[in-house]
């Protein structure tokens, strides 16, 4: 008898380790940390890390019953995050692989005050992550699958996607609806060099839902694109110069090689989505849409909410948790789309990737409320606002 999962999250997990860095800034970074120095900090705190942890644990504070699959190996670092994940619910940690001739992943989170977050990461069993790794039978029942961040799993990547297109062919023979989130691949690392246009290709026909961030699609796919739009930026992020016109062709061309639903996350100004047409949404899996024509031949753009912001640690993964659960809950893709910005933007209001998600109705309470959204302006490219739903509607759908 497999679990009672509405949702499997597998994918990428590490342990989190978080140096207390706040009493160590009264001077400059790079006057801190030299060679032969000793740096006074205070306790490390820990946590679990990656899509399967932070899109995961998410999707269970919204109401979801959800069922979780990493990589961990027979170590210190492994048993602390089956120990984390069983403490956060029954049956969370059922799914976890644990190798015995792998180490764990784990990132150093080093957050130092005045600069931005610098990750020491060590990919670990991760990297070793195989098809006989997602346990398959817990998708009997499960509505949706949902994989992450296989640009920092190399068994995924190399061999042209070969076991990425395949853990997607599987899962989706099971019946259920199957999604995927990517991770910003380093350029200079191997997965920098990879051909994700022929992963992708081999991949996407077996994914009904594909989330990146528009910088990942963009590094994937355009590269020539996002090398000119990072030099503009000069060291700024490149988000501000991402037109409507590129996201359509994105979305369209997304649709294209063969997933469904298109969800583009776009930082603070929101989030993009496409969707295909009536038989390509009846396609879908077991999380289809009691109404698919309301999630038929969408073009849309959600504004973010305003939020005070602590820190950004797994805010892409919250919001792709509050798509999901919207999903699983049978909203319009419009609601989902809004539930989807508003978690992200409660994440973002924590230091770290879990503290700030609001359970389900909080987060829509907050919402009906009146919860004041950052501007964004789009008349000027032949987009409508739609005041009932509070987001653009696009033209090219």
């Known amino acids: 008898m497999s679990p009672n999962f509405e949702a499997l999250v597998a994918g990428h997990i590490c342990l989190d380790i978080h140096p207390d860095l706040s009493g160590a800034g009264r001077e400059p970074f790079e006057d801190t940390f030299l060679p032969g120095r000793l740096v006074a900090t205070g306790p490390v705190t820990y946590s679990t890390g990656g899509a399967v942890s932070n899109t995961g644990l998410a999707l269970g504070r919204l109401g979801i019953a959800v069922g979780l699959a990493g990589k961990v190996g027979d170590d210190l670092f492994g048993r602390a ?54 346990p398959y039978g817990f998708l009997e029942q499960a509505r949706l699958f949902h994989f992450g961040y296989p640009p920092i799993m ?5 061999d042209g996607g070969a076991c990425l297109a395949e853990i997607f062919r599987q899962a989706k023979h099971t019946g259920v609806t199957t999604s995927l989130d990517m991770a910003f691949p380093d350029p200079s690392s191997e997965a920098g060099q990879a051909d ?163 359970t389900w109705e909080e987060t829509s309470r907050r919402v009906a409320s009146g919860w004041e959204r950052l501007p964004l302006e789009l008349n000027a490219h032949g987009w409508q606002f739609d005041s009932t739903s509070a987001l653009w509607r696009g033209p090219c759908v």
């Open 154 to 158: 190399r068994s995924t990547f190399v």
């Open 196 to 358: 994700w246009y022929v992963i992708l290709r081999n991949t996407l026909p077996h994914v009904d839902i594909f989330l990146p961030s528009v910088e990942e699609i963009l590094f994937m796919l355009r590269r020539e694109t996002y090398q000119e739009l990072s030099h503009i930026a000069a060291g700024s992020d490149i988000l501000a110069l991402v037109t409507p016109q590129l996201l359509s062709d994105l979305g369209q061309e997304l649709i294209a090689m063969g997933t469904k639903i298109v969800g583009l996350k776009l930082g603070d100004r929101g989030m993009y989505l496409r969707t295909g047409n009536r038989s390509i949404i009846d396609s879908i899996g077991r999380a289809r849409p009691s109404d698919p024509e309301a999630w038929t031949g969408l073009e849309l753009w959600a504004p973010c909410f305003k939020a005070a912001v602590a820190g950004t640690t797994g805010s892409g993964d919250a919001t792709i948790a509050g798509f999901l659960a919207g999903l699983l809950r049978d909203l319009p893709a419009t609601q989902a789309l809004t539930m989807a910005v508003a978690v992200g933007a409660c994440n973002v209001e924590a230091v770290d990737a879990l503290s700030g998600i609001c």
């Open 81 to 134: 995050i089956c120990q984390i994940v069983a403490a956060r619910g029954p049956g969370l940690a059922e799914g976890m692989a644990i190798d015995t001739s792998a180490s764990t992943s784990y990132t150093i989170i080093i957050n130092y005050p005045g600069v931005d977050r610098i990750l020491l990461h060590y990919p670990g069993a991760n990297d070793t992550f195989q098809i006989n790794d997602v």
